[in-house]
């Protein structure tokens, strides 16, 4: 596929330090860009993440895992490659992978989101011969707005909720999303609750420098009194039976593909968030033209769109070949 | 404009009907009446017509957005709706300059008619940066037309009847038919004065029948009922008015006299000021003829002699709404039945007039008997219409019944598939379907996207995704492997079909997970079930959302 990156059943294979990027399967060296479950998958021999991916990496697969990490930015050989963890803006931790072999340098993105905010390390462009990119939010319909805008609208909808003394379920994948949705809360005083799976993660944020208004984690079997709070859980609990007592709750979701209505309407929700971990299609178009790569390679997501508009503005583009062509749930 | 959009917002956001229905009486009660009476009018179903074309719309946002328009083409597909896309795609100033929702309209919208493309692209990009984005989407449905915003007529009546202080059905009769935003005002709307109604010959909001879904022996004894035969035509309201002139409205509300003239020229036989419920049928020297007939001359206005002679039609009347000016919808069936047979005695039987005639059985068990006869007599099945109701505005739980034959089914295998719109949008959920024909090769008989669950419908987009194998446009080829039952109306053969066949209503039953597309049924017996009908369609009609075919 290219002289330092090939493309392996496992995922993206580098002969010259023998790893691999985000492997499937089982392998023996798995560079790790971040800890979502589609790029960190138990079960390799040796881990490479970067420093603030570490303790979250281990929440995933077990602190019994062989993990190492680096800070961003630091150079380590790995065989005849050269590789050093660049961050990538999309959650606490996440990293795009800069892999240097006899002066080639191709960049990995794993998932990124130029915008900063406040629970994670702000994106770096870094300049490559080659750039394999996600391209979730691939279309010019997804287009964000400035982060406090939305923080404002989640606000104005709980507040209204609670003068109604109805409680307000936000869902929000449980690492990442979560953790930006409460940071941007303002409580006045109304309780806040987590499901588990999203407090598992907050000590790190915590540690890292991650402000969280005092809140609360929902215990199995005890019957709280949600009235006017929020809580938030992750969307795989949309349908759990704890779900369905909440029976006076508003129900919202916080993504990207809120963007699009109907995407919400099939949820049955009543209020869609827009706020996404990924790149939108300005800052696809505005990352990828920063590396100055003269190759980009797409995955993750249905990039046909974004291929051919990049083949018309004169870049080598294409589909990585076996890219996953995921639907809503990406994380 | 920000007032308008706020309700529109709203109103999408919120899910229970209820809800909706304070909203819009909030909004009655502190919007301009110009306004107000712009959202009647639009929620009564009313569009601007001949504003843009879609694909003009389209290259129009490319050129704003600096986009290529396959690219604005790919937004469109993935959202299912076009002002959705547009309003996606341009971004106007952070503050709304845009004036009133009258204004903006009577400035920004009606003014794109009768322009020519070039001076209504600019008029638009003038638009557009003046709409703020809150703004932009309930523009675009404005502009394109498809504006429902999840409120029905029947709760617009109730909003507008909970301001005004007055009967819904009174609210409905007055934004019945066709008007203007220049011919009423807000306050004779909503105006709780019956002396002020200018236009008495308004279609009544038609009464219409609930399926029968439990054993018919559950609804009483049969002496309780009133039982015709459910004839397949156009249902309309005959007005016969002063002067020798008649007003035919459609079931959609659509003066549809120009049409018929051979309707309208009973008028002289008909007592003056009478309203007739009745189905329009195509109708010759040999009888009832199928509803294919028909449609020869649906949307045709003055048709000419030749047609008039070949595709002849007849009123046959159901029911007798206002008789000498006054309103007799109030009154138990029965009485009003009375009315209408001694009207008919009076009528000459040369004229294409007919009264619908009552079933006698002497119980249920005698009727299910002849309900066998609806296929040869090419009716659908059974009208139950109770002897005491009166004439209700939609549809009101146990005063009328439609005990329907059941539907031809057949067994065929999706093909293609496309993506939906609204709800279903990223979800390939409209199926072409096809059968076997003699050669051993499956060809599309029907399209259908309905009847299926949700939690169906994802799990056949997963098969889809999984199994394309082949792009067409937006839509895709899919290996065959899914089997669904689908029922249908009717079958006529068409010669606009490549199968040869055009199906009636045709709508997914359920999905028949225990067979293999070798199962399927074959051409020949859905030919079987076209078997006499054999007339050509050749008129381009258009399908509403519900599969139904949209007739004017
Ligand atoms: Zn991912
Ligand atoms: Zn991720």
New interface residues.
């Given amino acids: 596929m290219t002289n330092i990156l090939e493309n392996k059943r496992e995922g993206l294979y580098c002969p010259a330090g023998d790893f691999f990027v985000d492997p499937r399967g089982k392998v023996e060296r798995a560079v790790i860009t971040h800890a979502h479950s589609d790029h960190a998958r138990a079960g390799h021999n040796y881990y490479l993440c970067s420093d603030s991916c570490l303790p979250i990496l281990q929440i995933r697969i077990g602190t019994k895992a062989k993990i190492e990490s680096v800070p961003f930015g630091k150079r380590t050989k790995i065989g005849s490659a050269y590789v050093s963890f660049h961050p990538a803006g999309h959650i606490l931790g996440s990293a795009q992978i800069r892999i240097e072999v006899k002066g080639e340098v191709w960049v990995v993105s794993g998932d990124y989101k130029p915008q900063t905010d406040r629970t994670c390390e702000a994106f770096e462009v870094v300049s490559c011969n080659g750039f394999i990119s996600e391209c979730t939010f691939g279309?010019?319909?997804?287009?964000w707005a400035d982060e406090q805008l939305v923080h404002n609208e989640i606000n104005h909808w709980w507040r209204e909720n609670a003068e109604n003394e109805c409680p307000s379920l936000l869902f929000a994948y449980s690492l990442g999303k979560a953790q930006r949705v409460l940071a941007g809360l303002e409580t006045e005083g109304r309780p806040v609750f987590v499901h588990s799976a999203v407090h598992s993660f907050l000590t790190h944020y915590e540690q890292a420098g991650v402000k969280f208004p005092k809140l609360q984690k929902v215990e199995r079997g005890i019957d709280y009194n949600f009235s006017n709070s929020m809580v938030i859980a992750p969307p795989a609990v949309e349908d759990s039976t704890w779900v369905r007592k909440m029976k006076k709750a508003k129900k919202g979701f916080a993504s990207g593909w809120m963007?699009?209505?109907?995407?919400k309407?099939?949820r049955?929700l009543?209020?869609g968030f827009v706020l996404s971990d990924h790149a939108d299609w300005h800052g696809l178009l505005e990352v990828i033209n920063g590396t100055g790569a003269d190759r980009v390679l797409l995955t993750h997501g249905n990039g046909d769109?974004l291929v051919?508009?990049l083949r018309?503005t004169g870049k080598d583009a294409s589909m990585l070949e076996g890219a996953s062509v995921r639907g809503?749930e990406e994380e | 404009m920000n007032m308008f959009a706020k309700l529109f917002h709203d109103l999408?956001?919120l899910?229970k009907t209820n809800d909706r229905l304070d909203r819009l009486v909030e909004y009655f009660k502190s919007a301009s009446p110009h306004d107000a009476l712009w959202v009647c009018w639009f929620l009564s179903g009313n569009r601007i017509k001949g504003a843009i074309r879609t694909g003009e719309l389209r290259s129009f946002v490319a050129g704003w957005?600096v986009?290529?328009v396959?690219?604005v083409e790919?937004?469109h597909q993935?959202?299912?709706?076009l002002a959705?896309?547009i309003s996606?795609?341009v971004?106007g100033p952070s503050e709304s300059k845009a004036g009133s929702l009258d204004s903006t309209i009577r400035k920004h919208l009606l003014p794109l008619r009768g322009k020519d493309s070039a001076d209504r692209k600019l008029l638009l990009s003038d638009t557009w940066s003046h709409l703020s984005d809150f703004e932009m989407l309930p523009f675009h449905k404005l502009l394109t037309g498809g504006f429902r915003m999840g409120v029905s007529k029947g709760n617009l009546y109730k909003a507008l009847a909970r301001v005004g202080g007055v009967e819904p059905s009174l609210i409905a009769q007055r934004l019945a038919g066709d008007w203007s935003c220049d011919d009423l005002s807000f306050a004779d709307v909503i105006s709780s004065s019956l002396s002020r109604d200018t236009n008495p010959y308004k279609p009544y909001p038609f009464c219409l029948a609930s399926p029968v879904l439990e054993e018919v022996e559950s609804l009483g004894s049969l002496h309780e009922w009133q039982v015709e035969w459910k004839w397949d035509g156009i249902r309309a309201q005959f007005f016969s008015l002063g002067g020798g002139r008649g007003m035919i409205w459609s079931r959609g509300e659509e003066a549809i006299e120009e049409s018929f003239p051979e309707l309208t020229k009973c008028v002289p036989y008909l007592p003056q000021d009478i309203c007739l419920d009745g189905e329009i049928l195509a109708w010759g020297y040999d009888g009832l003829r199928p509803f294919a007939r028909l449609q020869k001359r649906l949307g045709r206005k003055s048709p000419g002699a030749s047609i008039l002679k070949r595709e002849s039609v007849r009123f046959h009347a159901y029911d007798l709404l206002r008789l000498e000016g006054n309103d007799l919808r109030t009154l138990p069936l029965s009485k009003r039945r009375k009315k209408l047979e001694e009207v008919f005695a009076k009528i000459p039987n040369h004229l294409p007039l007919g009264l619908s005639e009552i079933v006698n059985a002497s119980g249920w068990d005698e009727l299910s008997k002849k309900r066998e006869q609806s296929r040869d007599r090419g009716v659908e099945g059974f009208m139950l219409k109770r002897n005491t109701s009166s004439y209700e505005s939609g549809r009101v739980k146990g005063s009328w019944y439609k005990w329907k034959i059941d539907p031809f089914l057949a067994d065929m295998v999706v093909v293609s598939a496309q993506l939906g719109h609204?709800?279903?949008?990223?979800?390939y959920s409209d199926y072409s379907l096809a059968v076997w024909d003699n050669t051993g090769s499956l060809v599309t008989v029907a399209k259908a996207y309905s009847g299926l669950t949700?939690k169906e419908i994802e799990e056949v987009d997963r098969y889809i995704r999984k199994n394309i194998t082949g792009k067409y446009g937006p839509v895709r080829s899919v290996r065959p492997g899914i089997v669904f039952e689908v029922a249908f109306e009717g079958a006529q053969s068409s010669g606009r079909h490549k199968s040869g066949v055009a199906l009636r209503f045709p709508r997914i039953h359920r999905w028949r997970q225990d067979k293999k597309p070798k199962d399927a049924d074959s051409l020949d017996t859905i030919r079987g079930f076209a078997g006499i009908q054999d007339i050509c369609l050749t008129e381009n009609q258009g399908i509403d959302e519900n599969g139904n075919m949209l007739l004017f």
């Fill in positions: 279309l010019p319909v997804y287009q963007s699009i209505r109907g995407a309407r099939r049955n009543d209020r769109a051919r508009f018309e809503e | 999408d956001n899910t957005a986009l290529p396959w690219l790919e937004c993935r959202v299912g709706d959705e896309t996606l795609l971004k609204g709800k279903r949008a990223n979800l949700k």
